[in-house]
T-cell receptor
Framework: DTAVSQTPKYLVTQMGNDKSIKCEQN?????MYWYKQDSKKFLKIMFS???????INETVPNRFSPKSPDKAHLNLHINSLELGDSAVYFC??????????????FGPGTRLLVL | GQQVMQIPQYQHVQEGEDFTTYCNSS?????IQWYKQRPGGHPVFLIQ?????EVKKQKRLTFQFGEAKKNSSLHITATQTTDVGTYFC??????????FGTGTRLKVLA
């Protein structure tokens, strides 16, 4: 059973399109995250939700909008895609009970290529 | 803002040689974690260090947290080809926000 799953695994799209990436975790965790990993492998946190409440919102263009319909799901919608959005997007989850000792479990990643 | 740097950025070693990556934070950390990402894969949690000066071992891997809780290191003894990947440290100042280091890409030559 996959603990943290993401769909789609690959996404190739044209500039200007709108796309969504979905994430689900079956670990019973309260906290979920979105990270962006660029071509240099830098991992940057974008958003985090704890019990469906947004708790981390980094300096991300407002074209990116996360949505958590329930504790097990965190989706990422991107409007008006730009070339610079090409990256690997990782979803992660953590128990969410001890904020400074949270082991994060990462999904397999979504490789987004904007043409 | 808080920054976490890692050195070196890249390291190529012969199989059997030792390897060390260093992690330095611009601010004092509550705890630090280490992750490994295989090529084409996703980050996988290795360990967490919480106490000042803490040292933990996992087989050939030794992790250390600095006395000032601003730096950490990961040492691998007698590298194997299975150690290939990018090693990230990730630190927090006491919140859910973990800042990932810049990563060290390890290549092991057989």
């Amino acid at each position: 059973d996959t603990a943290v799953s993401q769909t789609p695994k690959y996404l190739v799209t044209q500039m200007g399109n709108d796309k969504s990436i979905k994430c689900e975790q079956n670990l019973g965790h309260d906290t979920m995250y979105w990270y962006k990993q660029d071509s240099k492998k830098f991992l940057k946190i974008m958003f985090s939700y704890n019990n469906k409440e947004l708790i981390i919102n980094e300096t991300v263009p407002n074209r990116f909008s996360p949505k958590s319909p329930d504790k097990a799901h965190l989706n990422l919608h991107i409007n008006s895609l730009e070339l610079g959005d090409s990256a690997v997007y990782f979803c992660a989850s953590s128990p969410g009970r001890t904020r400074n000792q949270e082991t994060q479990y990462f999904g397999p990643g979504t490789r987004l290529l904007v043409l | 803002g808080q920054q976490v740097m890692q050195i070196p950025q890249y390291q190529h070693v012969q199989e059997g040689e030792d390897f060390t990556t260093y992690c330095n934070s611009s601010t004092t950390l509550s705890n630090i974690q280490w992750y490994k990402q295989r090529p084409g894969g996703h980050p996988v949690f290795l360990i967490q260090l919480v106490k000042s000066g803490e040292v933990k071992k996992q087989k050939r891997l030794t992790f250390q947290f600095g006395e000032a809780k601003k730096n950490s290191s990961l040492h691998i003894t007698a590298t194997q080809t299975t150690d290939v990947g990018t090693y990230f440290c990730a630190g927090t100042s006491g919140t859910y926000k973990y800042i990932f280091g810049t990563g060290t890409r390890l290549k092991v030559l057989a």
